[in-house]
């Protein structure tokens, strides 16, 4: 199956620091990658949509001055977290299609924010 | 809006006691059904895409099933190794998100010895 990467996989921030998180498909050109959030027990959520070359589409209730996004190629697209606190703590997760409705999904990244 | 409900919440099973694990959807067109597992901190893994109603697929002890309504994990003769969270997720023909998946809160499935 395809591979994508998450990096890093885990951080430790202090509160209003910002966090850059990077997802990499590595054997295929992702023309589309998407952000999730999964907080303990609960479902992934879509945060984002992103698209190579343009600006991502975010979902109801995501801040996109909080959550940047950044497609630059087809095989990288980066979050950042801007001033990050506490409530931000969560695993966050990326995934990137191919077409043919395939989806495959990073490992993670758990941000913990002191 | 696309709905997932999956049930049960957590299943316990004995090694070698099969079962299944259900996903109950409401979407305005579904482009696909898919089942993920996924470990204690780590991303969702593949399993398997369903398109349409009457479909099944396999793999290992793994038998997925798909009606216009529901779709089911049957699991025969489950190993401990089978233990993970098992994610249901629908994927939309009129998602403003595109390829988007709208997934349920998972089943906990823990095999004991």
């Known amino acids: 199956g395809a591979v994508v990467s998450q990096h890093p996989s885990w951080v430790i921030c202090k509160s209003g620091t910002s966090v850059k998180i990077e997802c990499r498909s590595l054997d295929f050109q992702a023309t589309t990658m998407f952000w999730y959030r999964q907080f303990p027990k609960q479902s992934l959520m879509l945060m984002a949509t992103s698209n190579e070359g343009s600006k991502a589409t975010y979902e109801q209730g995501v801040e996109k001055d909080k959550f940047l996004i950044n497609h630059a190629s087809l095989t990288l697209s980066t979050l950042t977290v801007t001033s990050a606190h506490p409530e931000d703590s969560s695993f966050y997760i990326c995934?990137?299609?191919?077409?043919?409705?395939?989806?495959?999904f990073g490992e993670g990244s758990r941000l913990t924010v002191l | 809006e696309d709905q997932v409900t999956q049930s049960p919440e957590a299943l316990r099973l004995q090694e070698g006691e099969s079962s299944s694990l259900n996903c109950s959807y409401t979407?305005?067109?579904?482009?696909?059904l898919f089942w993920y597992r996924q470990d204690p901190g780590k991303g969702p893994e593949f399993l398997f895409t369903l398109y349409s109603a009457g479909e099944e697929k396999e793999k290992e002890r793994l038998k997925a099933t798909l009606t216009k309504k529901e779709s089911f994990l049957h699991i025969t003769a489950p190993k401990p190794e089978d233990s993970a969270t098992y994610l249901c997720a629908v994927q939309g023909l009129n998602s403003n998100s595109g390829y988007a998946l709208n997934f349920g809160k998972g089943t906990s499935l823990l095999v004991t010895p």
């Open positions: 995934s990137a299609t191919r077409g043919a409705g395939e989806l495959f």
């Open positions: 979407v305005s067109g579904l482009r696909g």
